[in-house]
């Protein structure tokens, strides 16, 4: 099986390439982070402290989640219930930030994404995939952007969606997850030995789109 990995900070476009790059391929779409996005949801729907490890891992047996894969597409089930939508909110954002610096949860997801690896060709995009869930992945991309233009590109989905938002406050939070992702103390975002960095910083959606596919096909043909 061919896999490749993504990894990259919060808003660098891992998900809306990967998922397009996916579908061309004919490989199944994994996004990993809407599987924390729907721990940190089931964390908040709790009342709980994201940022208590003992209360989230608490929460874990009672939680089941499932996802359905296809051809460039992925739904994640939370104890039944269609949450991928529910799951791009940005307060759920920080709460799986939160949730990801915890052993118990990544442990929890590990066996899940690795054995969507095993049966399928796929492509993975996170924060640690091909550091730690994939380090053997065929191809290794860290996708990144500097957090002005991450910050930018945020607002312009969440204006889209008629969220009201401004970029201070996003800009504010990209930084805030940037530093919470890079230091935490399990398996933090840091670009692999053997990846290949590509920055997006100055370049638009279907350049970065097209610079994203070249450098794939170009180590898997």
């Known amino acids: 099986m061919i896999s490749i990995a993504i990894d990259g900070p919060s808003g660098a476009g891992k998900s809306s390439l990967a998922k397009r790059l996916a579908a061309e391929l004919g490989y199944v779409y994994v996004d990993t982070g809407a599987m924390y996005r729907a ?91 091909g ?40 800009l504010a939070d990209i930084c805030r997850r940037d530093d919470q992702d890079t230091h935490r103390a399990v398996a933090p975002l840091r670009q692999a030995a053997d990846a290949i960095r590509l920055d997006t910083s100055d370049i638009g959606l279907e350049e970065s789109y097209q610079l994203l596919k070249r450098t794939v096909l170009a180590h898997i043909a």
């Not at 891992?57 to 992925?74: E, K, M, T």
């Not at 730690?132 to 990144?144: D, E, G, M, S």
């Open 39 to 129: 721990i940190g949801l089931y964390a908040l729907r709790a009342g709980q402290n994201t940022r208590d490890a003992a209360a989230v891992a608490a929460l874990l047996p009672a939680i089941r989640l499932d996802i359905r894969a296809g051809q460039g597409a992925q739904q994640v089930l939370l104890n039944g219930e269609d949450v991928t939508a529910a799951v791009r909110q940005e307060a759920v954002g920080m709460a799986a930030s939160d949730v990801s610096a915890h052993p118990a949860v990544r442990e929890f997801l590990l066996a899940t994404q690795r054995a969507l690896a095993e049966r399928s060709n796929v492509l993975m995009d996170g924060r640690d995939i």
């Open 131 to 170: 550091t730690v869930v994939l380090p053997n992945a065929t191809v290794k991309i860290y996708l990144t952007a500097t957090p002005q233009a991450r910050a930018q590109r945020r607002l312009a989905e969440l204006q889209a969606r008629g969220e009201a938002a401004d970029y201070d406050t996003v």
